[in-house]
C-alpha cells in the first residue's frame, strides 16, 4: 500500500517545509479552500473517517455537530497527548511529519470556521514540541498559517501547548481543563465539547492521526478513500508494534489488517521464534487476546467481536516465557498511578486492584484472590465517571478470563509456600 | 410538561431538573455524597447511580437530567449493589475512627454506611496515612478522612470565591490543601467546614469538646455583626454555645457565613465582660448594687436636669442594640430626659446616606432585598470594599460576577479583585470627580425621557464634567471613564452598592447627589453597607435628632401630638444635636451630660483627644455596655448589660427586614431597655415592661411602620419594609441640595502627599470582635496598608514598623504590602486597643450632612529602624 501518514518519513529532513512540499504537500490545504466550509465537513463524513484516538467516533459527524453550534468562536484542538503504554503512533507524525499534521489542523480550522488551534501535546514529547514549534514557523512565514493564509483571506492560528504528564489528559474533556490551566480531570457531558469545550465554546477534538487522514481525504476524494480497507471504518491506520517482535516499529497499513498479519508478515514474526502467548492489541487498556485469537481483523467493527478493541492500536506481543499475572500487575500500576482521583471506583478500587495484584505476583496471594479480583473489577465496571477506571476493570477482567490458570500458579504456590 | 416514572410513580414536572430532583419532588431519596444543593453537581462519588431504561450503563441522578418518558429505578438489585460497592470502595482509605472523631453522629458517610454499606469490608491492605494538620488555628483538617467530595474546593471556588483551596494530587493519595500550605491564606468563612461531609475539615474552636448528641437546643437567630443579618443556629448544652452554624436554605445568607458569624460568637465568654454595676468614687470606678446604680444615674441626671435643663442631656444609642432597646432609649431621652439629642453611629454614614436618598425618592428607595445582587445585570460598587464591610452580601456581587455581568468597582476592593469587569482606581479622595464624569457622559447617552421627573431638572442642571477634566483629577483615563458610562448604560437593572467611605468626606453630600443621580439614570437599586447588624432599625425606632419612631419628622406637630399623647408625657419639639454636634457641644460645654448605650465612643468616634477632652468636660457620664472599653473607663457609671445571644429582640437588616433574635443563653447582667426603663420610672416618667414583648406590643401601637407586628410575623424571615404599616407618603423635599461646582468637583489630589484613610479589615468588626479570641487568633495585630510605590519610596518592606503621623496624633505599626493600593495612600484599621486610626483623624465635620470628614488628611510615615523583640526601638 502507497504509505500516506509516513509519506517521506524515511528522508533525514522530513520535518523541513521545503521537503513536505515537494513532497505534494500542502496541496490539500489550497484543495480544501476552493470549497465551502460545510463542503469540506460533507467530504470528511462521506469519507467515512473515524477517530483514531481510540474511541472510533465519527469524525465527520463529531465536526457537523460543532458546526451546527452557532456560538463563535470555535475552537480546534488536536490531541496529541499520546501517553498510553505501547502507545507511539503519533510520535512519527509529531516527529517526521509535522506539517502533515499542520495543513490537517489548517484545513479543519477552515472547515469549521475556527481561528484558533491547539495541539495538546505530551509533556514527555519535549523533542516534537522543538519540532513543531520549527514547523508552525515556517508554515507561518510561508502563509500556511496567519490571518491571510494563502491570500484567500482565510484566518488560523495554531500554538503547541505542552501537557504536565497526566495520563487523563488524552480525555478530550480532562484535555480541555488542563488546557485552560485547570486541573486535569474529566467534565461531565452532556454538555460535550462540540457545544461547550474550550472556554465554553464549541471545540472539536481530535487525535494526531485523525488530523493527518484529512489532507489524504481531501487529496483523494471520500470515495477513494472509503475503498481503503474495512468499508465500515476506512483509511488507513498506524500501528504500533512492542514486544517480543523481531521488527518493532509503527507500520502503516489498511484498516482491517489481522493481528496476525501485523505480527508475522510485517514484524517478521516473534523474537528467537518463540510461541506466541498473548497480544494486547490497542494499547494497554484494551482487553488481552490469547494467541488463537490473532485472526481477527484489526478495525473498530471487528476487535469488539473478538473481546477486544482497537484501541489505538499499539500492539502489545507476549512470548511463551512472560508472566502474564506481572504484565497484568503492571498495567493496573499505570492505571492507578494516572487514575485523577474524581471518582470512588476509579480513585478507591483501581488501588485495591493493584494491591491484590501485587500480593498475588509477589508471592503471597491467598485464597479467593482471584475471586476477588473479578469481584472488584465489576464493582468498578461501568460505574466510573470516564473511561478509564472501566479500561482498568477491563484489563484484569481479560487476563483472568484468558490466564486463570497463571494465576492460580501464583496463589497456589503462595498458599503452600505460607503453609 | 415532562413526565417521568421513578420506581413505578409517575410524576410531571415543568422542567427538566435532574433525575435527583425529580426523584425528590416524588418523595424517593437517592443517596449522595458528592452533591451538595449550595455547589453544581459533580458526579464523583457515584453514590447516586440509578437505573435509567434504554440506557446500559447505570447513570449518576445528580448530572443526569430528566427527558419526557424517562423511566428510572433506584432500588433494583443492580442498584443497591452498586452502592454498598461504591461506599466499600469509600472505606478502604477512609480512616474508621469514628469513636473519635467528632463528626460521628452527624456525618453524611457514617450515616449512609449504617444505612446501605455492606456490614464489613474486604479490603485487607494498610490504609494511607496522612498526619492531622494543626498548622491553623481554627481549621484542622484530617486527609485520612477525606473521601475527595471536593465540596470543600467547589464551595471555596464557585461560592465564596476565595480559591483558597485545591485537590492535590492524583488517585487515592489525592487530599485537600490550601494553596498557602499549613495555615490557610484564606477568608475563613469556614463555609468548607458545613459542605464537609465528613471529619475531614474541622473546626478546631471545639474540637473534642461535644458530641452531637450532647447538644440540647439548637437556636435560630440573627448574626450580631453587620447589617446583612444572617441566620445562624446556636448550638447549646447547658448554659453554653458549643458552636454557631448555619442552615442551608435558611435566611438571608441561605446557609452561607462569614468568619465573624461562624467564629466570633465566643466574645459574650470573654473574660472582659462586666459583672456588677459600677459608680466613680473619688475618681476610681467601684462596684455597686443595682438598685444603688438606678437611683445614683437618675438622681445625676435629674440634677443636670434641674439645673441646665434637659437639652443639656444628649443620647447615644447603639446599632448593636435591638430594636426594642433603642426605641426605649429614644423614649428614655426624649419624654424623661427632654431631649431629642439623640444619635448613633448610624449618623457616620448609614443614616444620612438613607436619609439622602430617601428625601429624594421616598421612604424604603434603600430597602431592596440582598437576593436581587445576583440576579442584577449589573453592579457598581462605591466607597469601601462590600466583601469585608458585609462579607455575604458580597458573595452576591461575585456570584453575578459568575454570571458574567459587568461589576465595575470604584476604589480599593481587594476582595473583588477577581471578579470585577472594571477595577477603577481613582487617586485618593478624588471620586468625585468621576462621579461627575460619568454623570455627564449617562445624561448624554440616556434619552432625555430617563429624567423628565422633578429630580430630573435637578440633574440636568448639575454642571457637566467632561471625561477629560476627570481624568486629570482622579488620574482615571477619559477613554476608560466613558467605557465604565457606556457599561452602566448598557444595565436594565443594575445594583449599586455604597460604602461609608464616599460619603465621610467634606464632599461627601456632592457625592450623594451625583449617586442619586446615577441611580436615576440607570434606574439602578440601592444597597448600603451596614457594619452593624441593626443601622436602619435604629433609624427605624426613632434614635436620631429629628425623627420619631416610624420614620416621622418630629417638626411636623401632628406626629409629635399624637407619640406625646400615646406616652402621656410632653417632647420637645425641635430638632436635637447630632452625633458630631454632640461631641462638639459636649466639648464647648453646651452638653453637660451623655448617656451612651453600648456604643464606644472613646474609641469609634474621631480625633480621640478631642473626644477625650469632650467627655472629660462632662459633668456626668453614664454607659450601658458589656464591656471595659475606652468609654467605660471615663464613665461616671458603667451598667453592665446582657450582650447577644442573652436577650431577646430584633434586628432591622440593611435590607430592611426585621428579624427576631432569640435568647440563647443566660448571661449576667439586664436588658438595656430594662435598665432604661428603671431609671425612666425615677425620674417621672413610668415604664413598666413585663418583658421584650410588651416593649414591640408597644412599637407596634405607636409606629405608624410597625403598624401590629409581632415576633410571629418574622419568623419566617419575610418581615420586609415597610413591614406591616404604612410609610411616610411624601412629595419631593428636596434636602436643601447644594449645586456644587465644577471646580470642586474637580478636586484633585496634593502632588506626593499621602493622605490616611479607614481600613475596614475582613476579620474585625468595630471595637467588638477584639474580645473574640477566634477572631483575634486569626487577625491579631493591626497593620497598615501600603502600595508598592510608596513602599519603594520609604523603602519599606512587608512587616517594617512605622510611625504615621498626622496633624492628631501618632500611631506606631507594622506595614503589609499590596500591590493593588492606591498610590499615596495608607490605610489603618480601627478595631485593636490603643491603635485604633480614629485617634489620628483630626476634627472636621462635614456641616451640610453632618458627618465626620476623612478626606485629605495628610499623614506622613517614618520607619522605626531596628526594632526589638520587645518593641523598643
Same mark, same amino acid.
Given at each position: ?419 | ?745 474637580? *478636586? ?44 519603594? *519610596? ?80
Amino acid at each position: 500500500m502507497e504509505k500516506f501518514l509516513l509519506r517521506n518519513t524515511e528522508h533525514p529532513n522530513s520535518a523541513d517545509l521545503d521537503a513536505y512540499i515537494k513532497a505534494g504537500g500542502y496541496k490539500a490545504l489550497a484543495k480544501s479552500f476552493a470549497d465551502k466550509p460545510s463542503d469540506v465537513i460533507d467530504e470528511i463524513k462521506k469519507a467515512g473517517l473515524r477517530g483514531r484516538g481510540g474511541a472510533g467516533f465519527p469524525t465527520g459527524i463529531k465536526w457537523s455537530f460543532a458546526a451546527a453550534d452557532p456560538k463563535k468562536p470555535r475552537y480546534v484542538v488536536c490531541n496529541a497527548d499520546e501517553g498510553e503504554p505501547g502507545t507511539f503512533k503519533d510520535k512519527p507524525i509529531l516527529e517526521k511529519n509535522p506539517h502533515l499534521l499542520i495543513e490537517g489542523m489548517c484545513i479543519s480550522g477552515y472547515a469549521l470556521e475556527a481561528e484558533y488551534g491547539y495541539i495538546y501535546l505530551r509533556g514527555e514529547y519535549p523533542h516534537a514540541k522543538v519540532i513543531l514549534d520549527g514547523a508552525i514557523q515556517q508554515a507561518y512565514d510561508k502563509g500556511f498559517l496567519g490571518d491571510d493564509i494563502l491570500g484567500k483571506g482565510v484566518r488560523f492560528h495554531l500554538v503547541v501547548h505542552q501537557g504536565a504528564g497526566a495520563y487523563i489528559c488524552g480525555e478530550e474533556t480532562a484535555l480541555i481543563e488542563s488546557l485552560e490551566g485547570k486541573r486535569g480531570q474529566p467534565r461531565k457531558r452532556p454538555p460535550f465539547p462540540v457545544n461547550e469545550g474550550f472556554l465554553g465554546k464549541p471545540t472539536v477534538v481530535n487525535n494526531v492521526e485523525t488530523i493527518a487522514n484529512i489532507p489524504y481525504i481531501v487529496q483523494i476524494g471520500a470515495d477513494k478513500y472509503s475503498q481503503i480497507g474495512n468499508p465500515d471504518c476506512p483509511g488507513p491506520k498506524l500501528f504500533s508494534v512492542s514486544g517480543h517482535v523481531k521488527k518493532p516499529g509503527v507500520y502503516e497499513l489498511p484498516m482491517g489488517t489481522s493481528l496476525r498479519e501485523i505480527i508475522y508478515d510485517h514484524c517478521g514474526g516473534i523474537t528467537g521464534d518463540k510461541a506466541l502467548k498473548a497480544v494486547i492489541p490497542g494499547g494497554i487498556t484494551t482487553p488481552v487476546l490469547p494467541a488463537d485469537s490473532i485472526d481477527c481483523p484489526m478495525d473498530f467493527v471487528n476487535m469488539p467481536k473478538h473481546g477486544s478493541m482497537l484501541g489505538s492500536g499499539a500492539v502489545m506481543v507476549f512470548d511463551e516465557t512472560v508472566d502474564l499475572v506481572k504484565v497484568c500487575r503492571r498495567a493496573i500500576r499505570f492505571l492507578e498511578h494516572e487514575s485523577c482521583g474524581k471518582c470512588t471506583p476509579c480513585r478507591e478500587g483501581v488501588g485495591w486492584l493493584r494491591s491484590i495484584l501485587d500480593r498475588v505476583a509477589g508471592g503471597s496471594g491467598r485464597n479467593g484472590d482471584i475471586d476477588l479480583l473479578l469481584e472488584v473489577s465489576k464493582n468498578i465496571m461501568g460505574k466510573t465517571f470516564c473511561p478509564l477506571g472501566d479500561g482498568a476493570a477491563g484489563v484484569v477482567q481479560s487476563f483472568v478470563k484468558h490466564f486463570r490458570s497463571e494465576f492460580e500458579v501464583h496463589v497456589n504456590n503462595a498458599v503452600s509456600v505460607a503453609s | 410538561m415532562i413526565t417521568v416514572t421513578i420506581n413505578g410513580k409517575q410524576i410531571k414536572i415543568e422542567k427538566a431538573v435532574t433525575v435527583l430532583d425529580a426523584a425528590r419532588i416524588a418523595g424517593i431519596k437517592i443517596p449522595t455524597l458528592c452533591h451538595h444543593d449550595l455547589l453544581e453537581s459533580f458526579g464523583g462519588c457515584r453514590l447516586c447511580l440509578v437505573e435509567v431504561e434504554k440506557l446500559p450503563r447505570l447513570q449518576t441522578a445528580c448530572t443526569m437530567y430528566i427527558t419526557d418518558g424517562m423511566v428510572v429505578q433506584t432500588e433494583t438489585e443492580r442498584v443497591v449493589e452498586a452502592r454498598k460497592a461504591m461506599l466499600e470502595f469509600l472505606l478502604i482509605n477512609h480512616a474508621l475512627d469514628c469513636p473519635y472523631c467528632d463528626k460521628a453522629g452527624e456525618c453524611d458517610l457514617q450515616d449512609l454506611v449504617m444505612k446501605y454499606g455492606p456490614s464489613s469490608g474486604r479490603f485487607a491492605e494498610g490504609k494511607r496515612k496522612h498526619p492531622e494538620s494543626y498548622d491553623d488555628p481554627i481549621i484542622v483538617r484530617n486527609m485520612e478522612r477525606c473521601i475527595s467530595c471536593t465540596r470543600c474546593v467547589r464551595m471555596c471556588d464557585k461560592v465564596q470565591g476565595a480559591s483558597a483551596i485545591s485537590m492535590v494530587n492524583r488517585t487515592s493519595k489525592t487530599f485537600v490543601e490550601p494553596f498557602s500550605g499549613g495555615r490557610y491564606n484564606c477568608e475563613y468563612c469556614g463555609n468548607c467546614l458545613t459542605v464537609c461531609p465528613v471529619g475531614a475539615i474541622m473546626s478546631r474552636l471545639h474540637k473534642h469538646t461535644y458530641r452531637p448528641w450532647y447538644i440540647e437546643k439548637n437556636v435560630d437567630t440573627i448574626c450580631s455583626f453587620c447589617g446583612v443579618g444572617c441566620t445562624v443556629t446556636a448550638q447549646v448544652r447547658g448554659n453554653s454555645i458549643i458552636r454557631v452554624i448555619p442552615e442551608i436554605g435558611k435566611g438571608v445568607n441561605k446557609g452561607l457565613l462569614c468568619n465573624r458569624g461562624r467564629f466570633g460568637y465566643d466574645y459574650i465568654n470573654s473574660g472582659g465582660r462586666l459583672t456588677s454595676p459600677l459608680i466613680r468614687k473619688n475618681g476610681v470606678l467601684e462596684a455597686a448594687t443595682w438598685s444603688e446604680a438606678i437611683a445614683y444615674v437618675a438622681g445625676r441626671l435629674q440634677d443636670v436636669k434641674d439645673k441646665s435643663g434637659g437639652s443639656a442631656i444628649a443620647g447615644i444609642a447603639s446599632a448593636r442594640c435591638t430594636n426594642e432597646d433603642n426605641y426605649v432609649f429614644q423614649k428614655f431621652m426624649r419624654a424623661a430626659i427632654g431631649s431629642n439629642s439623640i444619635d448613633s453611629a448610624a449618623a457616620f454614614a448609614f443614616a444620612p446616606a438613607q436619609k439622602y436618598f430617601e428625601s429624594i425618592f421616598g421612604q424604603g428607595v434603600t430597602a431592596n432585598p440582598i437576593s436581587g445582587i445576583a440576579k442584577a445585570d449589573g453592579v457598581f460598587v462605591i466607597g469601601g470594599d462590600p466583601t469585608s464591610v458585609n462579607p455575604v452580601l458580597g458573595l452576591q456581587i461575585r456570584a453575578a460576577a459568575q454570571k458574567k455581568v459587568p461589576v465595575i468597582t470604584v476604589g480599593y476592593t481587594p476582595g473583588l479583585r477577581n471578579f470585577s469587569t472594571h477595577s477603577i482606581l481613582p487617586a485618593p479622595f478624588a471620586e468625585t470627580s468621576l462621579l461627575a464624569a460619568i454623570v455627564s457622559e449617562l445624561s448624554r447617552i440616556k434619552s432625555p425621557d430617563v429624567i423628565k421627573s422633578a429630580f430630573g431638572e435637578i440633574i440636568r442642571s448639575i454642571q457637566p464634567v467632561s471625561s477629560e477634566d476627570a481624568q486629570n483629577a482622579c488620574g482615571i483615563p477619559a477613554d476608560e471613564i466613558r467605557g465604565c458610562a457606556d457599561a452602566l448604560a448598557g444595565m436594565t437593572n443594575p445594583a449599586i452598592i455604597i460604602g461609608r467611605d464616599i460619603i465621610l468626606r467634606s464632599d461627601g453630600h456632592t457625592n450623594l447627589l451625583l449617586l442619586a443621580a446615577l441611580m436615576q439614570l440607570i434606574n439602578g437599586r440601592i444597597y448600603l453597607a451596614s457594619e452593624q447588624p441593626n443601622e436602619r432599625g435604629i433609624i427605624d425606632m426613632g434614635c436620631v435628632p429629628d425623627s420619631l419612631p416610624g420614620g416621622r419628622p418630629i417638626a411636623v406637630d401632628s406626629f409629635r401630638k399624637r407619640y406625646e399623647e400615646f406616652i402621656g408625657s410632653p417632647i420637645p419639639s425641635s430638632q436635637g444635636l447630632g452625633l458630631m454636634e454632640i461631641i462638639a457641644a459636649a466639648h464647648s460645654g453646651q452638653v453637660k451630660a451623655l448617656y451612651v448605650m453600648g456604643e464606644n465612643i472613646a474609641f469609634n468616634v474621631p480625633d480621640h483627644s478631642y473626644v477625650k477632652e469632650a467627655l472629660e468636660a462632662l459633668d456626668f457620664l453614664v454607659l450601658q455596655d458589656s464591656f471595659m472599653t475606652e468609654t467605660a473607663r471615663m464613665a461616671d457609671v458603667v451598667l453592665p448589660t446582657l450582650s447577644w445571644a442573652e436577650k431577646e429582640g430584633s434586628f432591622t437588616n440593611l435590607e430592611g427586614r426585621m428579624q427576631h433574635l432569640q435568647k440563647v443563653v443566660d448571661g449576667q447582667g439586664i436588658d438595656d431597655w430594662s435598665a432604661l426603663a428603671e431609671i425612666s420610672t425615677l425620674l417621672g416618667v413610668e415604664m413598666h415592661y413585663k418583658g421584650v414583648k410588651d416593649v414591640m406590643a408597644e412599637i407596634a401601637r405607636v409606629s405608624p411602620l410597625h403598624k401590629g407586628i409581632t415576633y410571629e410575623d418574622m419568623e419566617g424571615g419575610q418581615c420586609m419594609w415597610p413591614y406591616k404599616g404604612e410609610p411616610l407618603r411624601h412629595d419631593l423635599v428636596l434636602p436643601g441640595i447644594d449645586m456644587p461646582d465644577v471646580k470642586s468637583m474637580l *478636586r484633585k489630589p496634593g502632588k506626593d502627599m499621602v493622605y490616611i484613610g479607614v481600613d475596614k479589615p475582613l476579620f474585625h468588626s468595630g471595637s467588638l470582635s477584639r474580645n473574640s479570641q477566634a477572631l483575634s487568633s486569626i487577625s491579631s495585630k493591626p497593620f497598615a496598608r501600603i502600595g508598592g510605590g510608596l513602599a519603594g *519610596r520609604l523603602s519599606l518592606a512587608d512587616g517594617d514598623y512605622v510611625t504615621i503621623s498626622t496633624s492628631a496624633g501618632s500611631l506606631d505599626m507594622p506595614v503589609m504590602l499590596f500591590a493593588d493600593m492606591p498610590e499615596n495612600l495608607v490605610l489603618v484599621p480601627n478595631n485593636f486597643e490603643g491603635a485604633g486610626v480614629y485617634k489620628i483623624l483630626a476634627w472636621k465635620m462635614n456641616e451640610n450632612i453632618k458627618t465626620p470628614a476623612f478626606d485629605s488628611i495628610e499623614a506622613s510615615l517614618k520607619k522605626i529602624e531596628r526594632i526589638t523583640a520587645e518593641g523598643s526601638a
